[in-house]
């Protein structure tokens, strides 16, 4: 019985691993990605690197934005207030044509040149919770699945160790690849394996009533908005009157919301039917200071100004999901853990790839032997997910730097063009892996190495701010430190690829 | 700069923690200089002193974040120590021989 049980959790694993290690593989890296995506905003956006704002921000000089917003019909109006990690103001309206977003100079009030880049927090974090596949939520499902599915792994990976204990800190360098690559999947999958459970069954949490919406549509009767209210405290909002009205004071409904709050910072502010007699106002409160996202607002009436409603802390129930929630999306200000999530997100992606690296070691020989195209197949899979998410990753990048702005090209404007780069390059990437199996992680390596390299360049031959120059300004930080993780991961990968074209492991790899 | 400390003592607890108790395993006792197995009362020193520190390294984590990001920056930080003391016996394993060598005599 044993030996059953633990076969089929092999089987599981195995299967799990190379079917989905892949999506896993993206989600993990694009999540990992994730905890700086502020950062990379101000990388890819060179116009809002820009020092904190010395004096309060009016949000009354948002007015002519507002109106502009009012007139287009738009259904609601955003302000993304500035915080710790990013100096600029985010304003977001839509009409017929899609969304406007402008960035705003706290300092002066200026809006800002269109940067014509959905940067990290709208390209990269979409994609590691949806994939930008918008269709009948299949993103958010595909990813939904892909964590169930490291759930699973999770779980089978610790049945499955034969040594779990006596193998706990045993990393041997020196032995041959098969036994190399198996070491470090099982050192960072189990010393990892607290952070990587956590995260991923965080992620679904976070999505409990897309991935379970039978519980709320049956007690709620299919009201969205209705359990929304009760399950986050959001106020239910009025529909449109079709008469137009007026707009009260935002500074006086922002201090209003500082005061109930007893002088907490803002997140943002949102107007439901702008320009509209029934415009509601809602204001977020800026909770860095706790693990938890408690999504407290404020909702005023928007023609009057009035306080309709406001929340602090949160319901019992919901308290848990919270926490959960707030552990996933680290909103709030500790740097040290924000690093260490960025650093343990890397570990899940060597837990990933060394998995693959296994699953091909081990069956290299036999199935060269019994003449299988599993090998082949799965190998191509593996360095297009690996070594070509990393490649399509840095030539988002190196695009973001070479396209001028406004640059427009194929009917599609630049910011288009930077995704269409990153994923044409990974296709690409995928049809370089099967044309050359023998070669493709040496060759991706070296490439990886070179974009990565070309973009720490880019940066300082495009916007002036080389190292010495952004390690000197606090506000240029985040571009050091991209620049570093940047030249860090080009010299990594160049070591690997030298590694890699050593004579003996090219040798081995033609003659399997 | 009390923070900074404390966060260096809070990685150095995980570090020394998770040190002591690889060198507790027979693998690591023996490729650290050591006999093939690891002395019973050495063993045991090492056993206690590694968890003494793990849980040092809570109590630290605790009063410099209270329990929400203590409890959490603790959760992490163990996993970046054992790491650390992974990456420490592959490549670095001579930092580790002295205090073998000394747990040697006295066991």
Same mark, same amino acid.
């Given at each position: 019985?044993?030996?059953?049980?633990?076969?089929?959790?092999?089987?599981?694993?195995?299967?799990?691993?190379?079917?989905?290690?892949?999506?896993?593989?993206?989600?993990?890296?694009?999540?990992?990605?994730?905890?700086?995506?502020?950062?990379?905003?101000?990388?890819?956006?060179?116009?809002?690197?820009?020092?904190?704002?010395?004096?309060?921000?009016?949000?009354?000089?948002?007015?002519?934005?507002?109106?502009?917003?009012?007139?287009?019909?738009?259904?609601?109006?955003?302000?993304?207030?500035?915080?710790?990690?990013?100096?600029?103001?985010?304003?977001?309206?839509?009409?017929?044509?899609?969304?406007?977003?402008?960035?705003?100079?706290?300092?002066?009030?200026?809006?800002?040149?269109?940067?014509?880049?959905?940067?990290?927090?709208?390209?990269?974090?979409?994609?590691?919770?949806?994939?930008?596949?918008?269709?009948?939520?299949?993103?958010?499902?595909?990813?939904?699945?892909?964590?169930?599915?490291?759930?699973?792994?999770?779980?089978?990976?610790?049945?499955?160790?034969?040594?779990?204990?006596?193998?706990?800190?045993?990393?041997?360098?020196?032995?041959?690849?098969?036994?190399?690559?198996?070491?470090?999947?099982?050192?960072?999958?189990?010393?990892?394996?607290?952070?990587?459970?956590?995260?991923?069954?965080?992620?679904?949490?976070?999505?409990?009533?897309?991935?379970?919406?039978?519980?709320?549509?049956?007690?709620?009767?299919?009201?969205?908005?209705?359990?929304?209210?009760?399950?986050?405290?959001?106020?239910?909002?009025?529909?449109?009157?079709?008469?137009?009205?007026?707009?009260?004071?935002?500074?006086?409904?922002?201090?209003?919301?500082?005061?109930?709050?007893?002088?907490?910072?803002?997140?943002?502010?949102?107007?439901?039917?702008?320009?509209?007699?029934?415009?509601?106002?809602?204001?977020?409160?800026?909770?860095?200071?706790?693990?938890?996202?408690?999504?407290?607002?404020?909702?005023?009436?928007?023609?009057?100004?009035?306080?309709?409603?406001?929340?602090?802390?949160?319901?019992?129930?919901?308290?848990?999901?919270?926490?959960?929630?707030?552990?996933?999306?680290?909103?709030?200000?500790?740097?040290?853990?924000?690093?260490?999530?960025?650093?343990?997100?890397?570990?899940?992606?060597?837990?990933?790839?060394?998995?693959?690296?296994?699953?091909?070691?081990?069956?290299?020989?036999?199935?060269?032997?019994?003449?299988?195209?599993?090998?082949?197949?799965?190998?191509?899979?593996?360095?297009?997910?690996?070594?070509?998410?990393?490649?399509?990753?840095?030539?988002?990048?190196?695009?973001?730097?070479?396209?001028?702005?406004?640059?427009?090209?194929?009917?599609?404007?630049?910011?288009?063009?930077?995704?269409?780069?990153?994923?044409?390059?990974?296709?690409?990437?995928?049809?370089?892996?099967?044309?050359?199996?023998?070669?493709?992680?040496?060759?991706?390596?070296?490439?990886?190495?070179?974009?990565?390299?070309?973009?720490?360049?880019?940066?300082?031959?495009?916007?002036?701010?080389?190292?010495?120059?952004?390690?000197?300004?606090?506000?240029?930080?985040?571009?050091?430190?991209?620049?570093?993780?940047?030249?860090?991961?080009?010299?990594?990968?160049?070591?690997?690829?030298?590694?890699?074209?050593?004579?003996?492991?090219?040798?081995?790899?033609?003659?399997? | 700069?009390?923070?900074?400390?404390?966060?260096?003592?809070?990685? #150095? %607890?995980?570090? +020394?923690?998770? $040190?002591? @108790?690889?060198?507790?395993?027979? /693998?690591?006792?023996?490729?650290? !200089?050591?006999?093939?197995?690891?002395?019973?009362?050495?063993?045991?020193?090492?056993?206690? #002193? %590694?968890?003494? +520190?793990?849980? $040092?390294? @809570?109590?630290?984590?605790?009063? /410099?974040?209270?329990?929400?990001? !203590?409890?959490?920056?603790?959760?992490?930080?163990?996993?970046?120590?054992?790491?650390?003391?992974?990456?420490?016996?592959?490549?670095? $394993?001579?930092?580790?021989?002295?205090?073998? /060598?000394?747990?040697?005599?006295? !066991?």
């Amino acid at each position: 019985m044993e030996q059953g049980f633990r076969a089929s959790m092999n089987w599981l694993h195995t299967w799990a691993g190379v079917v989905l290690g892949g999506l896993l593989f993206a989600i993990f890296w694009m999540g990992t990605l994730a905890v700086f995506d502020r950062e990379i905003d101000r990388w890819m956006a060179p116009m809002i690197r820009l020092p904190a704002a010395e004096k309060p921000f009016s949000l009354e000089s948002l007015r002519p934005l507002y109106e502009t917003a009012a007139a287009a019909k738009s259904p609601f109006f955003s302000v993304g207030l500035p915080t710790d990690r990013d100096a600029a103001i985010r304003v977001l309206w839509s009409d017929q044509s899609g969304q406007t977003h402008r960035f705003i100079d706290p300092n002066t009030g200026a809006v800002l040149p269109d940067p014509g880049t959905l940067a990290g927090t709208r390209f990269i974090f979409p994609f590691h919770y949806m994939l930008h596949i918008r269709a009948e939520n299949i993103g958010y499902w595909l990813v939904g699945l892909a964590a169930m599915a490291m759930m699973a792994l999770c779980v089978s990976g610790v049945i499955i160790h034969r040594k779990i204990f006596t193998d706990f800190f045993t990393f041997r360098p020196d032995r041959k690849p098969r036994r190399l690559v198996l070491d470090l999947h099982n050192v960072t999958g189990v010393l990892g394996w607290p952070f990587h459970f956590l995260i991923t069954l965080s992620g679904l949490v976070i999505f409990w009533s897309t991935y379970f919406p039978s519980a709320w549509q049956l007690t709620y009767n299919g009201d969205r908005l209705a359990f929304f209210a009760d399950a986050y405290g959001n106020v239910v909002p009025k529909g449109r009157s079709g008469e137009s009205g007026g707009m009260a004071s935002f500074d006086a409904m922002a201090s209003e919301a500082r005061r109930v709050w007893e002088g907490s910072a803002l997140r943002y502010v949102f107007v439901r039917n702008p320009g509209d007699a029934k415009s509601i106002v809602q204001i977020g409160r800026l909770d860095e200071g706790i693990v938890s996202s408690t999504y407290d607002a404020a909702y005023f009436d928007g023609p009057t100004g009035a306080l309709i409603s406001y929340k602090s802390g949160t319901a019992p129930v919901m308290s848990v999901q919270r926490f959960l929630a707030g552990f996933h999306f680290i909103q709030f200000r500790h740097w040290s853990l924000r690093w260490i999530y960025f650093g343990l997100g890397l570990t899940g992606c060597v837990l990933i790839a060394t998995g693959y690296l296994f699953w091909l070691e081990s069956r290299r020989k036999k199935h060269a032997q019994l003449g299988l195209k599993g090998v082949r197949i799965v190998e191509g899979l593996a360095v297009g997910s690996v070594t070509g998410m990393l490649i399509a990753t840095a030539a988002f990048f190196v695009a973001n730097r070479l396209l001028p702005l406004g640059a427009e090209a194929f009917g599609l404007d630049r910011a288009a063009l930077e995704v269409w780069t990153f994923y044409l390059v990974w296709l690409a990437t995928f049809a370089h892996a099967w044309a050359r199996p023998q070669r493709a992680w040496m060759e991706q390596c070296w490439t990886v190495a070179a974009l990565a390299c070309a973009a720490a360049l880019l940066n300082w031959i495009t916007t002036g701010d080389h190292l010495v120059r952004s390690l000197s300004y606090r506000h240029l930080w985040p571009i050091a430190g991209m620049d570093i993780l940047l030249l860090a991961g080009s010299a990594i990968a160049a070591v690997s690829a030298l590694r890699l074209s050593r004579p003996s492991r090219v040798a081995r790899v033609r003659h399997a | 700069m009390p923070d900074a400390l404390l966060l260096l003592g809070i990685f #150095a %607890g995980a570090y +020394l923690g998770f $040190a002591a @108790l690889a060198m507790s395993q027979d /693998r690591h006792w023996h490729h650290l !200089g050591g006999a093939r197995h690891c002395p019973r009362r050495a063993c045991m020193a090492l056993r206690c #002193a %590694g968890w003494a +520190l793990l849980l $040092a390294s @809570l109590v630290l984590a605790l009063m /410099r974040d209270g329990a929400g990001f !203590g409890s959490l920056l603790w959760a992490t930080v163990i996993t970046v120590g054992a790491l650390s003391v992974v990456a420490t016996l592959s490549w670095r $394993a001579h930092w580790l021989r002295p205090a073998a /060598r000394l747990l040697q005599h006295l !066991g």
